[in-house]
């Protein structure tokens, strides 16, 4: 740094120069950007259990044994997995 003394002056935040309305701008903008992406996060969560707790209590019941058998050989047929693929040791 003490060979090229414009780098340390080009640092919005050590420049002796600016207001604190800069100072706190840039902070601002910090903070922005680590908080957005847990913001999309939730929502996107919040979204899904919306979804689920919207639907009458009679649409959100447990598939008993054979319900869910039955579903698993109709996604089988389709040529959908059903289950993560088991790796023989």
């Not at 002056?9 to 903070?31: E, H, Q, R």
């Not at 979204?47 to 959100?60: D, L, T």
């Amino acid at each position: 740094m003490a060979g090229f003394p414009s780098w340390v002056w080009a640092c919005p935040t050590c420049k002796d120069g600016l207001s604190d309305n800069y100072v706190a701008a840039y902070a601002f903008s910090i903070v922005f950007m680590m908080v957005v992406p847990y913001l999309l996060l939730a929502g996107f969560f919040a979204y899904i259990a919306a979804c689920y707790f919207r639907r009458p209590v009679e649409q959100r019941k447990q598939l008993s044994v054979d319900e869910l058998s039955e579903l698993a050989l109709k996604k089988a047929e389709q040529g959908i997995p059903t289950q993560p693929p088991a790796w023989d040791s």
